[in-house]
């Protein structure tokens, strides 16, 4: 009895093990993933879409999202949109082509605790600046709550590696393992909790490779990593070294 006891106090002090979910998009497809275009989530068997906003595919180990007007972005949702709370995650990327000519602004997109009205914005722009903003919208007005901006040094056709973490209040982004900026919004209430996570573009071609999320919300799941034997750090290293 004094075992089981023992067991049971240890098993309510361990905190909760945080799962990692693995994508690198060497299987040729993207599913699992929830498609959202130009801000409505759809449901894609096929594993691409084509639309006259956006293209959306998996080809030779990469996610690729091509999205034509930059003021209304498209991506892909995380494990078909699961809601998660604290996560850090991190994704290779880059920008190959700038398609919205007539905009002043084209970036890649990471997206965190999002809902239907609000999420956590952090982007790498081509015009050479990160945002972080707190964005909302409804009946298709967008509004931006608390933003702020930090330069950074941006080229067309290079890989980046990003790593964006979540903690509580905290929306963190660093590229090429920098610390680039940060931002605490504990005194903004509309952050949500918890919310899905997404990667996208807009107005521009962006190409995704090395997805990796980790977080207690989040579960272990490997798409071909494992299998196909690919290093995520050596790789992403060689990659943007090209």
Same mark, same amino acid.
């Given at each position: 009895?004094?075992?089981?006891?023992?067991? #049971?106090?240890?098993?309510?002090?361990?905190?909760?093990?945080?799962?990692?979910?693995?994508?690198?998009?060497?299987?040729?497809?993207?599913?699992?993933?929830?498609?959202?275009?130009?801000?409505?989530?759809?449901? =894609?068997?096929?594993?691409?879409?084509?639309?006259?906003?956006?293209?959306?595919?998996?080809?030779?180990?990469? !996610?690729?999202?091509?999205?034509?007007?930059?003021?209304?972005?498209?991506?892909?949702?995380?494990?078909?949109?699961?809601?998660?709370?604290?996560?850090?995650?991190?994704?290779?990327?880059?920008?190959?082509?700038?398609?919205?000519?007539?905009?002043?602004?084209?970036?890649?997109?990471?997206?965190?605790? #999002?809902?239907?009205?609000? #999420?956590?914005?952090?982007?790498?722009?081509?015009?050479?600046?990160?945002?972080?903003?707190?964005?909302?919208? !409804?009946?298709?007005?967008?509004?931006?709550?608390?933003?702020?901006?930090?330069?950074?040094?941006?080229?067309?056709?290079?890989?980046?590696?990003?790593?964006?973490?979540?903690?509580?209040?905290?929306?963190?982004?660093?590229?090429?393992?920098?610390?680039? #900026?940060?931002?605490?919004?504990?005194?903004?209430?509309?952050?949500?909790?918890?919310?899905?996570?997404?990667?996208?573009?807009?107005?521009?071609?962006?190409?995704?490779?090395?997805? =990796?999320?980790?977080?207690?919300?989040?579960?272990?799941?490997?798409?071909?990593?494992?299998?196909?034997?690919?290093?995520?750090?050596?790789?992403?290293?060689?990659?943007?070294?090209?």
């Amino acid at each position: 009895m004094k075992i089981i006891l023992m067991l #049971c106090v240890l098993m309510i002090a361990m905190p909760a093990f945080a799962g990692t979910f693995r994508d690198d998009f060497d299987d040729g497809d993207l599913d699992g993933w929830k498609f959202d275009v130009e801000g409505d989530h759809i449901e =894609v068997k096929s594993g691409k879409v084509e639309t006259a906003d956006c293209k959306i595919y998996a080809k030779d180990g990469e !996610a690729i999202i091509m999205d034509y007007e930059a003021s209304i972005a498209s991506g892909i949702d995380f494990n078909n949109g699961l809601e998660i709370r604290d996560f850090t995650l991190t994704v290779d990327g880059k920008m190959t082509e700038i398609l919205d000519k007539s905009r002043t602004w084209d970036y890649i997109y990471v997206l965190g605790r #999002c809902t239907d009205t609000v #999420c956590a914005w952090s982007s790498l722009e081509a015009r050479g600046n990160i945002p972080l903003v707190i964005l909302t919208w !409804a009946g298709g007005n967008l509004q931006n709550i608390a933003r702020l901006d930090f330069a950074f040094p941006f080229e067309l056709n290079r890989w980046y590696h990003i790593q964006v973490e979540m903690k509580g209040s905290k929306l963190s982004v660093s590229v090429d393992n920098k610390l680039i #900026c940060s931002n605490d919004w504990v005194n903004q209430p509309i952050l949500p909790k918890k919310g899905y996570v997404s990667i996208g573009a807009g107005g521009a071609e962006v190409h995704f490779d090395n997805f =990796v999320i980790t977080g207690d919300d989040v579960p272990d799941n490997s798409i071909s990593v494992e299998s196909k034997g690919k290093l995520t750090t050596t790789w992403g290293e060689i990659r943007r070294g090209k």
